[in-house]
Nanobody, 127 residues
Framework: QKQLEESGGGLVQPGGLLRLSCEGV????????IAWFRQAPGKEREGISC????????NYAQAVKGRFTVSRDNAGKTAYLQMSNLEPEDTAVYYC????????????????????WGRGTQVNVSS
C-alpha cells in the first residue's frame, strides 16, 4: 500500500523557519512527482510547491516563492519543504502528495492531478 507521511510541523514565531519532511512508503520513490499543498482554516486547499521525479524541476505558488524551497532525496525516499521567513498567513495543515509519471521532469501542483496523499502536519506561525 502506497503511503506518504509528513513530519516537521509545529509552532514557530513570525520570521522563523521550519523544514517539513514527506517520507514515501513506496517501492520506488523516484517514480513519483511530489507536491506540497496546504489548507488554512476556512480556506480551500492550495498547491504551493512541486518537484519533479528527478528533482531538476520545481515550481512554487506566488505566495511562497522566494521563501520556501522544495527538494528530494530519492535514495532516502523523502521530499522536503524548507520554509523560511514564515508569516502568520502560512498557518495551515501542510500535505504532501504524489503522482507517478513517465516524464522525469514533470511537476504537478493541482489536487486533481495527484494520486495519493499524506495525512498532513500542522504548522502554526504565531508570536
Amino acid at each position: 500500500q502506497k503511503q506518504l507521511e509528513e513530519s516537521g510541523g509545529g509552532l514557530v514565531q513570525p520570521g522563523g523557519l521550519l523544514r517539513l519532511s514527506c517520507e514515501g512508503v513506496v517501492d520506488d520513490f523516484s517514480l513519483y512527482a511530489i507536491a506540497w499543498f496546504r489548507q488554512a482554516p476556512g480556506k480551500e486547499r492550495e498547491g504551493i510547491s512541486c518537484v519533479s521525479r528527478n528533482g531538476t524541476n520545481t515550481n512554487y505558488a506566488q505566495a511562497v516563492k522566494g521563501r520556501f524551497t522544495v527538494s528530494r532525496d530519492n535514495a532516502g525516499k523523502t521530499a522536503y519543504l524548507q520554509m523560511s521567513n514564515l508569516e502568520p498567513e502560512d498557518t495551515a495543515v501542510y500535505y504532501c502528495a504524489a503522482r507517478p509519471t513517465f516524464v522525469p521532469t514533470m511537476c504537478y501542483m493541482t489536487s486533481k492531478e495527484m494520486y495519493f496523499w499524506g495525512r498532513g502536519t500542522q504548522v502554526n506561525v504565531s508570536s
